[in-house]
DNA sequence: GTCTATACGGCGATAGAC
DNA sequence: GTCTATCGCCGTATAGAC
């Protein structure tokens, strides 16, 4: 008992080390076994399979982080502070996170419909309370669109997929890793004004 | 040398329906070797590694579908008559091949550096034709924004990315199949006008 | 070209001894 | 809890018959 809870951690620790040095699937357990300084089959005996340690690792990191976003989602602020507020947060964290962009790739390329299971995964996404808060705009004319589901899944897209190809801006842009910042640090002033942009009833 | 052309089609084809169905990574060498009929060893004999068969079928899919996203942006049309085509264009290309979204989310999942050596990876981005347009119109002061590397990126996020979560979406909104494809279908019209609206010049 | 047969090292997972 | 030893599968490769 005294010693489980460490050697659990190092496993954990070791496997989230070499999840962001190499990648998920470029990452054997018996690597992250040798690493955590331990045996393969004590690997197996805290975390059933690869899978599962992938799923806790996961599970934690977008806890720690989905907390804020969904503060914002169910805030009282205005719709436009409320998008601007959520826009910048959420680069920030993907920016600061490079495992949780590789993360979210891995699974989505994983199995398209066990991505239910994952429940954790809908922290990510819209709450109710925004969404109750899109269509009450509209009723009230002080918005243009009236589905809420296009503009969540819009601002989702401009948030994340940049992240998703980002080798692929950078090469063809020939950017640098402080260019690529910059790119980002546009972004988070440029989505925003987008989205609400797209709100606007026309004059 | 009748029948190799032959064959060769047929572990092509096996591995493309294979990979469809059940991801590249889920499907081993020995289970397309079986459902084209032949041996593990001719599998070897065509196509040295599955990462070649991989690149084969992805190139061959890529370059299918990117010749017509390549003449759109570089035609002589009006930028925003090019937005609305090439969106529309897009969106069912990859409305009608699922495998292709799963390859692009396969590599994109894969080692981020080496994007690079997949050069047909790049007729799914921007060509200089259409870059030149875009600086040009700002130039003129047709349009509002000036950076073209964060109008393609948006375009192409709001195109790609919700293929991508695809089973997030329909799950988080109880959509059937039916549902997801009107959802794309009014896509088709509402991206194009939202990237367009982020053009025009403010009154 | 196509086949059978076999082998290699690496993988994820597990049985069973301690 | 922790270990050793082993299983079955994987991708890849090759030798040799037809």
Redesign the interface.
């Known amino acids: 008992m005294a010693k489980s809870r460490n050697t659990e951690q190092k496993i954990f620790d070791a496997a989230t080390e070499l999840f962001l040095e190499k ?1 998920v ?2 990452t054997s357990v018996r690597e992250i076994a040798s690493r955590a300084g331990i045996n393969l089959a004590l690997m197996n005996y805290y975390f059933r399979s690869k899978e599962n340690l992938f799923y806790a690792i996961f599970t934690r990191l977008v806890q720690k982080n989905s907390e804020e976003l969904i503060r914002i989602l169910d805030s009282d602020l205005p719709l436009n502070d409320k998008v601007r507020q959520y826009v910048g947060v959420y680069i920030d964290m993907l920016s600061d996170n490079p495992l949780l962009v ?1 993360f979210v ?2 699974i ?6 066990r ?2 299971e994952m429940k954790v ?2 922290s990510l ?2 709450t109710e309370q925004f969404t109750k808060q899109l269509l009450d705009e509209g009723k009230k004319g002080n918005i243009r669109r009236t ?1 809420p ?2 503009f969540f ?2 601002m ?3 948030i ?3 992240f ?6 950078m ?3 020939n950017f640098s890793e402080a260019d690529f910042q910059e ?1 980002i640090r ?2 988070k002033k ?1 989505v925003p004004e ?1 989205l609400i ?2 709100l606007r009833p026309r ?1």
């Open positions: 990648g699937d470029r590789s790739m891995a989505l390329h994983r199995s398209r419909e991505i239910t995964i809908s996404y819209a589905d589901t296009q899944v819009d989702l897209s401009l994340a997929f940049p998703a190809i980002r080798a692929l801006v090469d063809k842009n790119f546009i972004r440029h987008m942009d797209s004059s």
